[in-house]
T-cell receptor, first 115, second 110 residues
Framework: DAGVIQSPRHEVTEMGQEVTLRCKPI?????LFWYRQTMMRGLELLIY????????DSGMPEDRFSAKMPNASFSTLKIQPSEPRDSAVYFC?????????????FGPGTRLTVT | DQQVKQNSPSLSVQEGRISILNCDYT??????FLWYKKYPAEGPTFLIS?????DKNEDGRFTVFLNKSAKHLSLHIVPSQPGDSAVYFC?????????FGPGTRLSVLP
C-alpha cells in the first residue's frame, strides 16, 4: 500500500481565498483523522471520521473550517475564507481502529501558507 | 490549556549517549501514552506506547518510563544515533481520545 496520500504538498494562497486539502486513507482503514501542526500548539486533532461519518469535530477551530468524507477512499478539509493564522501543516491520518492499540498512519502533510 | 506539555523545544545529544525526552500531563484521565517520531517533510510515525497501569515499557533502544504520581513520562534512547534526529511528540489518551504535545526536536551529533 502507498500509505496515506495527501495533496497538495504545499499550498500558498491569499487571505480570503478558499483552500481545499485532500486525503486518501489507507485502504481498509475505518478511521480518518485531520490534524493541524503549529509551532505553538503542536499537533491538534481537528476532526475524525468513522466509516465516513464525522464523529468528533470539536477541534475544528471555526465555522470557516469544514471537512467531508464522501466515500471510504477520499476526504477533504476546506477553509473558506482563509486567514494568515491558518498557516500551518495539515496532516491526515488513518487507522484500522480507534484507541491506543491501533496505530495511526500519517500522511506527509500539506504545508499551507496564507499571505 | 495544554493537557500535554513538552517543555524542552529542542535537545542536542552526542552520538552514543543517552537521550532523555520529557513529557508532563495534566489530565488524570489519561490511561495510555504514546510517542511518535517525525522527520522533516514526513508525517509522524508511531514509536512506542505505555499503558497507565505500567511504569516502564521497552522496545530495543527505546524505553518509556511513566510516573503517574508526578504526571510525568520520559522517553529514553540508548544509545542515540544520528538517525534518531527528529521531532518527538508525546501523547496522552483515554478511551477514544488522545492529545499530542507540542514536540521536542532531538539532534544527535556525530
Amino acid at each position: 500500500d502507498a500509505g496515506v496520500i495527501q495533496s497538495p504538498r504545499h499550498e500558498v494562497t491569499e487571505m480570503g481565498q478558499e483552500v481545499t486539502l485532500r486525503c486518501k486513507p489507507i485502504s481498509g482503514h475505518d478511521y480518518l483523522f485531520w490534524y493541524r501542526q503549529t509551532m505553538m500548539r503542536g499537533l491538534e486533532l481537528l476532526i475524525y471520521f468513522n466509516n465516513n461519518v464525522p464523529i468528533d469535530d470539536s477541534g475544528m477551530p471555526e465555522d470557516r473550517f469544514s471537512a467531508k468524507m464522501p466515500n471510504a477512499s477520499f476526504s477533504t478539509l476546506k477553509i473558506q475564507p482563509s486567514e494568515p493564522r491558518d498557516s500551518a501543516v495539515y496532516f491526515c491520518a488513518s487507522s484500522p481502529g480507534r484507541g491506543w492499540t491501533y496505530e495511526q498512519y500519517f500522511g506527509p502533510g500539506t504545508r499551507l501558507t496564507v499571505t | 490549556d495544554q493537557q500535554v506539555k513538552q517543555n524542552s523545544p529542542s535537545l542536542s545529544v552526542q552520538e552514543g549517549r543517552i537521550s532523555i525526552l520529557n513529557c508532563d500531563y495534566t489530565n488524570s484521565m489519561f490511561d495510555y501514552f504514546l510517542w511518535y517520531k517525525k522527520y522533516p517533510a514526513e508525517g509522524p510515525t508511531f514509536l512506542i506506547s505505555i499503558s497507565s497501569i505500567k511504569d516502564k515499557n521497552e522496545d530495543g533502544r527505546f524505553t518509556v518510563f511513566l510516573n503517574k504520581s508526578a504526571k510525568h513520562l520520559s522517553l529514553h534512547i540508548v544509545p542515540s544515533q544520528p538517525g534518531d534526529s527528529a521531532v518527538y511528540f508525546c501523547a496522552g489518551g483515554y478511551g477514544q481520545n488522545f492529545v499530542f504535545g507540542p514536540g521536542t526536536r532531538l539532534s544527535v551529533l556525530p
